[in-house]
């Protein structure tokens, strides 16, 4: 499982603005994430999608299909009324299972 991942941006660069492109930005996170622990893309079962604009839900949800394409997971998406640091417009949480 990946908690709380949020569209940090690499060293030096600023976070990008849209709410797709941070959706792009925590799925990449995401999965690198997993990679490490020796899951792939295919392995995710649900993920958790955490948004302050009601308004952002298409393009969001147009990235989680860019990123999931084939394999979709279940998948949550709720509005909040914050995030921890104000430009965040999305946080991403994802379940991965590997059989044994």
């Not at 392995?43 to 604009?53: F, K, S």
């Not at 509005?79 to 299972?97: N, R, S, T």
């Amino acid at each position: 499982m990946v908690a709380g991942t949020a569209p940090v941006a690499p060293p030096g660069e600023d976070i990008v603005a849209s709410a797709h492109d941070q959706m792009m930005r925590c799925g990449d996170i995401a999965i690198a994430a997993i990679r490490e622990l020796g899951a792939e893309v295919r392995h995710v079962v649900r993920t958790r999608i955490y948004i302050v604009d009601a308004a952002d839900a298409h393009e969001v949800g147009m990235a989680h299909e860019a990123i999931f394409g084939q394999h979709p997971p279940a998948s949550t998406m709720v509005v909040v009324a914050g995030l921890l640091d104000p430009a965040w417009k999305i946080e991403l949480e994802v379940d991965a299972i590997v059989d044994a």
